[in-house]
């Protein structure tokens, strides 16, 4: 099964619901609808005792909370006056029980394989603490992580943590100028990189792009650098070798206990205009949610191999690689290279062989295994699996399907997550023991979790209508500002409504109170007074049997307001043509109505992306509408495939 036969359309996907597996819900922390919507309502009722609650079983604390909410809009404070460490969370309160368990298991891009047991591991972020210290970093002082997906790069985030540091992780796949602006901006005192990292077969020059980021970066005083590579080190300036650094420190280091609001981490997320904005996440709000969203979202148990494959240096990485799973005593495995190196099946090879029962990837990946066909999949014994998880954009429901039957042979719950860097950890998702699911809808909120969709003037939406999604309560693990620029913080989360947070994207809600995600505002169209998302036309196309891939945006159009411009690839064999380009339009007429159909179809042979696999709707429509590109492009993988596509509009 490569996909769906033709004569099922998106609509009638949309429309099948898959209850939870009866044996799968009797094993389930969360085991029916009815429990779930029991804790739901306790939380709406009582939103401070049940996060109370939910935060003395997460988390030890060395001083316990007074006040769970301190909220005087837009600013909220939680668990006021506790005191907490999140690496003593992760790691020393498990050592008696779970010591010898495999904490982390990994496996390099060349074939490299090392485990670490949560004792090992103590020691390694114990020992690499200690060299912090030793280089003068004290609490509140940032620190820059710029590495490969190595063992190493959790051992830092954990080190950091463990001082009190604020550690701002930036993806290795970054260039020198975006990892220089992120350095500056935080004002990181220390960097941490390595020698190299693998992708596809190649090395990235991590610390060639280190050194060109650390010119005019005043505040960095050390570089930390790892020997990934195997090769020996030649250090300048102001650079320590990692194994020189930790090979001389005490296996042992008293923790930073820390007030509950204390900085834990800054990430950098872009915007369609201006520079990346710095999301500051405190300590134990985010560590409370994200241990509980792990366990009840993946129906996480100890016995479980769980597989995220997202980058640390994302906050998927941040919070559903390293904390979360560590502070519910999981064994959490990281790959460091391409997912289809050197073959297309090295990620079902690795599921199959580590017996990975949890995998958790995004959309954009899922497509591109559609794409491959299902052969590679069907040639590993994928019967370890039990859930399967989707993140980072809206997964067309053909997508979904797919990766249910195909990847999950049909027993696996999908479970497609909402939220955002911002949130820190997922606000909706299914819980797979408790929530029937429908292919494309990310279901239903987690308790705690206040979703509103409301019109530009803030009003709710009937039911079945687009509007712009809102969360109308502060929820523990949500950014507390944007570093260094809090009236950014205020204008870009809380100005379109007072009071309430701005998600920046679109939803609507079904006749059974499901949520759609339509994706980001500015990729909701407006189409002669009818809301559309491009989400859904993308669905539609990608239904299509020749299609691969499709990314949807708008342009100014005189009679319309917009016209629906679509980017599409098509698979491997397929010949792209006129009529083609008028099948598309007609297949998504019939899928949606004639308000979707496409003003213009536009061939390509790749789509510009994030170095994470989004699509870079933004630079399409600049492109769609022949203006040049403007605002932050530093996340943008390949621009060869940008500069293809203006050369093929001219």
């Not at 050194?211 to 570089?223: D, K, L, Y």
């Not at 001389?248 to 280091?253: H, L, M, N």
């Not at 052969?375 to 590993?380: A, C, R, S």
Request: proline content about 7%; hydrophobic content about 40%; overall charge neutral.
């Amino acid at each position: 099964m490569s996909g769906q036969p033709k004569e099922i359309s998106s609509v009638l996907l949309e429309q099948r619901v898959f209850p939870p597996p009866p044996a799968f819900s009797k094993q389930a922390h969360i085991q029916s609808l009815e429990q779930y919507r029991a804790l739901y309502d306790q939380a709406l009722a009582d939103p401070e005792r049940y996060w109370g609650d939910r935060a003395r079983e997460e988390l030890y604390w060395k001083e316990p909370f007074q006040t769970v909410l301190d909220w005087k809009p837009p600013h909220a404070r939680w668990f006021v006056e506790g005191k907490t460490n999140l690496a003593w969370n992760c790691l020393d309160r498990h050592l008696d029980r779970h010591g010898e368990k495999i904490a982390l298991l990994f496996e390099g891009e060349p074939g490299d394989r090392r485990q670490l047991s949560y004792r090992e591991l103590h020691r390694e972020v114990c020992r690499f603490a200690n060299g912090l210290r030793s280089l003068g970093v004290r609490k509140g002082d940032r620190v820059g992580i710029y590495l490969p997906m190595v063992p190493e790069a959790a051992v830092a985030m954990l080190a950091c943590a463990r001082i009190g540091a604020v550690h701002s992780v930036v993806f290795g796949g970054f260039s020198a100028e975006a990892l220089h602006d992120r350095l500056v901006d935080a004002g990181a005192k220390v960097l941490i990189t390595a020698d190299g990292g693998w992708r596809k077969g190649a090395v990235v020059p991590l610390m060639q792009n280190a050194r060109e980021a650390v010119q005019g970066a005043p505040s960095i005083e050390q570089v930390v650098v790892l020997n990934r590579l195997g090769q020996a080190l030649t250090l300048e300036g102001r650079e320590v070798g990692w194994d020189a650094l930790v090979s001389k420190q005490a296996e042992t280091c008293d923790p930073e206990w820390v007030e509950s609001e204390h900085p834990l981490f800054i990430l950098y997320t872009s915007g369609s205009t201006g520079k990346p904005k710095g999301v500051l996440h405190t300590t134990a709000g985010y560590a409370v949610n994200v241990s509980l969203t792990t366990r009840w979202c993946f129906d996480l148990k100890p016995e479980d191999i769980y597989w995220c494959t997202a980058d640390v240096g994302w906050v998927t990485g941040h919070s559903y690689v390293v904390y979360g799973p560590l502070m519910n005593a999981a064994t959490t495995f990281l790959y460091e290279g391409a997912p289809t190196h050197p073959g297309p099946d090295r990620f079902w090879e690795m599921i199959a062989r580590y017996r990975v029962s949890i995998f958790y990837t995004a959309p954009t990946a899922i497509r591109a295994f559609m794409r491959l066909g299902s052969e590679p999949v069907l040639q590993h014994d994928l019967s370890s699996l039990r859930v399967l998880g989707s993140v980072g954009e809206p997964i067309n429901p053909e997508a979904w399907i797919w990766y249910r039957e195909v990847v999950g042979k049909g027993r696996c719950p999908v479970v497609d997550t909402w939220w955002q860097t911002e949130t820190g950890a997922i606000m909706i998702a299914p819980l797979p023991g408790a929530t029937p699911t429908k292919p494309g809808s990310a279901t239903l909120p987690l308790p705690g979790v206040v979703p509103e969709i409301l019109d530009a003037h803030g009003q709710p939406v009937p039911q079945g209508k687009g509007g712009h999604l809102f969360l109308a309560r502060p929820v523990p693990s949500m950014l507390r500002t944007v570093h260094g620029d809090p009236d950014r913080y205020v204008k870009t989360y809380f100005s379109e409504v007072p009071g309430k947070y701005f998600t920046g994207d679109g939803a609507r809600q079904d006749q059974d109170g499901y949520f759609w995600l339509m994706g980001r505002v500015d990729d909701v169209l407006n189409v002669a007074g009818h809301r559309l998302g491009t989400a859904e036309v993308e669905s539609a196309l990608v239904a299509h049997p020749k299609v691969a891939e499709a990314a949807v945006v708008g342009r100014p159009d005189e009679l319309k307001g917009t016209a629906v411009v679509a980017f599409v690839t098509v698979k491997k064999g397929v010949a792209v043509t006129a009529e083609l380009k008028k099948e598309l339009c007609q297949h998504v007429q019939k899928e949606i109505g004639a308000i979707a159909r496409p003003d213009e179809v536009r061939f390509a042979e790749a789509l510009p992306k994030t170095r994470s696999g989004k699509i870079m709707r933004r630079l399409l429509r600049d492109v769609a509408a022949g203006k040049q590109t403007t605002g932050d492009t530093t996340t943008l993988e390949d621009f060869s495939v940008l500069a293809a596509l203006r050369a093929e509009e001219e």
